[in-house]
């Protein structure tokens, strides 16, 4: 007897989130289908032109937002950005340096550096416990 194997499929919304994209802004064809494994990775590999001007100019979805800001998605949230943001927008709030978007991205700074200092702890004590 032979296994066959099917081929691996996700909802339109797990592809687009692997591929850092706004659902609501990719193509009728893609939203109302599935995508297989092997689509996802031609897509990654050989991006298609709306998928490149998406990446480019957005919408993007708000884990790319939070990134290009350098804040937290909680932080987004805060600020009052609950919306998709183009990459026009993400980059008029950088200039505007609204109150908002500073007291996150310093909170954010404080949030690694913590993070850094307990690693570097954890390091220090695990050196010490192999000596």
């Known amino acids: 007897m032979t296994q066959h194997q099917s ?8 592809a687009a989130k692997k591929l ?3 659902l609501d ?15 996802l990775n031609a897509l990654q590999a050989d991006p298609p032109e ?3 001007e998406l990446r480019r100019t957005g919408p993007h979805p708000r884990p790319v ?3 290009k ?3 937290s998605i909680s932080g987004l949230a805060r600020g009052g950005v609950t919306e998709a943001l183009t990459t026009e927008q993400i980059e008029a709030l950088k200039q505007e340096q609204p109150e908002w978007l500073q007291k996150e991205r310093a909170t ?15 390091a220090e004590r ?3 416990q192999d000596s």
């Open 108 to 122: 954010q700074a404080e949030v690694r550096k913590e993070g850094a200092r307990i690693k570097k702890q954890q």
């Open 50 to 52: 709306w998928l490149r």
């Open 126 to 128: 695990a050196a010490r």
């Open 7 to 14: 081929a691996q499929t996700m909802k339109p919304a797990t």
């Open 69 to 71: 800001l350098g804040v």
């Open 65 to 67: 937002v939070a990134a």
């Open 20 to 22: 850092g994209v706004y």
């Open 25 to 39: 802004a990719t193509p009728a064809e893609f939203r109302e289908g599935v995508v297989s494994r092997a689509e």
